[in-house]
T-cell receptor, first 116, second 113 residues
Framework: EAGVAQSPRYKIIEKRQSVAFWCNPISGHATLYWYQQILGQGPKLLIQ????????DSQLPKDRFSAERLKGVDSTLKIQPAKLEDSAVYLCASSRGTLRANEKLFFGSGTQLSVL | EDKVVQSPLSLVVHEGDTVTLNCSYE??????LLWYKQEKKAPTFLFML????IEKKSGRLSSILDKKELFSILNITATQTGDSAVYLCAGLNYGGSQGNLIFGKGTKLSVKP
């Protein structure tokens, strides 16, 4: 079974530039998550999709971050414009169902973003 | 506010040692405690603990949950260099329609040959 795919692996940009990350979840997984992991911290949920609908984006900085899940499969996360404090690893995860159903999360390898 | 605190934040041991990693939590609508191993970037699932006092084992790893003291430990016996990683603990908040994982900062374990 193929895992969660993310690209790019690394990205270096200057502040105020834009950047986009892509995620392809495990086939058949209805729930998709984007997490931000700042160095030395645990992952923090940015946004959660159930199929192609947003179910939790309470911690997404909506003035600069946006995300969509095309046709309930692939997802993109965009930052525009980037700030220095956005430097982090962006992890995508998927699960068959919801955490309330005791489903396990499967994580991708992440995108490491450096904002200079 | 929900929080999960792990200790120690980093640990250096030699191969063959036994280590204990600690996780305390304050999570509203608490349902389960999860452990992940993070090598490089991708966290991989180790354990989900829902019931208090029942040990879960997988090879040299074991974990137990104490819901009275709001505490969990992860034990690794006969450590190997391949155990070097960041170990993340997360509390599952069962509230809302979906549930949400609250992660700790992790314990960075380094196993020296």
């Amino acid at each position: 079974e193929a895992g969660v795919a993310q690209s790019p692996r690394y990205k270096i940009i200057e502040k105020r530039q834009s950047v986009a990350f892509w995620c392809n979840p495990i086939s058949g997984h209805a729930t998709l998550y984007w997490y931000q992991q700042i160095l030395g911290q645990g992952p923090k949920l940015l946004i959660q999709f159930q199929n192609n609908g947003v179910v939790d984006d309470s911690q997404l900085p909506k003035d600069r971050f946006s995300a969509e899940r095309l046709k309930g499969v692939d997802s993109t996360l965009k930052i525009q414009p980037a700030k220095l404090e956005d430097s982090a690893v962006y992890l995508c995860a998927s699960s068959r169902g919801t955490l309330r159903a005791n489903e396990k999360l499967f994580f991708g390898s992440g995108t490491q973003l450096s904002v200079l | 506010e929900d929080k999960v605190v792990q200790s120690p934040l980093s640990l250096v041991v030699h191969e063959g040692d036994t280590v204990t990693l600690n996780c305390s939590y304050e999570v509203t609508n608490f349902r389960s405690l999860l452990w992940y191993k993070q090598e490089k970037k991708a966290p991989t699932f180790l354990f989900m603990l829902t019931s208090s006092g029942i040990e879960k084992k997988s090879g040299r790893l074991s974990s137990i949950l104490d819901k009275k003291e709001l505490f969990s430990i992860l034990n690794i016996t006969a450590t190997q260099t391949g155990d070097s990683a960041v170990y993340l603990c997360a509390g599952l908040n069962y509230g809302g329609s979906q549930g949400n994982l609250i992660f700790g900062k992790g314990t960075k374990l380094s196993v020296k040959p």
